[in-house]
């Protein structure tokens, strides 16, 4: 089911774990663009669940980067980590409903089981999960959870598949496209560390708050396989999508975090002005 499309929502969901560059203002002006044109809202979202990656003064960063370039979003912004009970809670439930099994695998059982396989199957973020913990009992499962043993919760993308039947989304410019949740195999949603993951939060955060217009890099695009599958399983509507190129620089190669040159602070502080970065940004705009 796709959403009431009368008002447009979109979001720009950065990560506070750098500089914004000039790729990030390209997707963020995309997303304010897309709502003003359709006399929408435009909402930010600070996607900060990796802890150890994120850090205040990126965050206060982009806030002051985005005004900088003349970017205006309604208040309160949401902050993912304020809401790791919400992600917690619905991801037990998940696993109560025998959607999500508690992984106790290290990574480094993980490569040891995928590399003796010889040819595991990959998925868009590398080897599928062998499924080893899949097959753990019950009884298991609960004496390893009692031990104190750390584990994340991953998806049982078979029977989650079972449970909602063929799924699609509607892609901007493509229009219907049929998803293919198990690309990912069985992904982990709840992570050792943090009760949650990327793609839980997403799903969740872009329901909770009404986006009915979801832009971001194509990069991401596969990454909506799976979301799609996770607005099925809990119930959420489905908003359009609109996967748009990447911004690359005069050599063709994408912005990355390591370029420092191009981030926006760097060429404020070179004296560039916000009309001259906007210009930037659009330039190299992909077709
Ligand atoms: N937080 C993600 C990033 O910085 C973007 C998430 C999204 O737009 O869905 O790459």
């Known amino acids: 089911m796709s959403q009431d499309t009368s008002t447009t929502v979109t979001r720009f969901a950065p990560s506070p774990s750098g500089y914004l560059h000039l790729g990030h203002a390209y997707s963020a002006l995309y997303a304010e663009k897309a709502a003003r044109e359709s006399g929408g809202r435009f909402l930010l979202r600070i996607e900060d669940i990796d802890r150890g990656r994120c850090r205040p003064e990126f965050e206060t960063a982009i806030y002051e980067d985005l005004a900088w370039l003349g970017l205006s979003w309604e208040e309160p912004v949401r902050r993912q980590s304020d809401h790791m009970d919400e992600y917690r809670v619905t991801a037990s439930a998940l696993e109560a409903r025998g959607l999500l099994y508690p992984c106790f695998c290290t990574r480094k059982e993980i490569l040891a089981e995928v590399e003796a396989a010889g040819h595991a199957p ?84 872009d329901a909770l708050q009404g986006v009915t217009l979801v832009t971001r890099g194509v990069d991401l695009k596969p990454a909506t396989q799976l979301h799609r599958l996770l607005q099925a399983l809990l119930g959420l509507p489905t908003p359009r999508y609109d996967h748009h190129g990447l911004l690359t620089d005069e050599l063709g190669r994408r912005y990355a975090k390591r370029d420092k040159a191009a981030t926006l602070r760097a060429l404020r502080e070179a004296g560039r002005t916000p009309e001259e970065v906007r210009a930037l940004a659009h330039d190299g705009a992909p077709t």
Request: glycine share 8%; with cysteine; charged share 25%.
């Open 122 to 205: 990959h998925g868009p973020d590398g080897p599928l999960y062998p499924g080893t913990c899949r097959k753990l009992s019950a009884d298991e499962r609960l004496a390893r959870k009692t031990a104190g043993d750390a584990f994340a919760l991953r998806l049982d993308v078979n029977r989650a598949l079972a449970e909602t039947g063929p799924l699609s989304w509607t892609e901007i410019s493509e229009g219907e496209i049929a998803a293919d949740p198990a690309l990912f195999g069985d992904v982990v949603l709840a992570r050792k560390d943090v009760p949650t993951s990327y793609h839980l939060s997403v799903t969740m955060d």
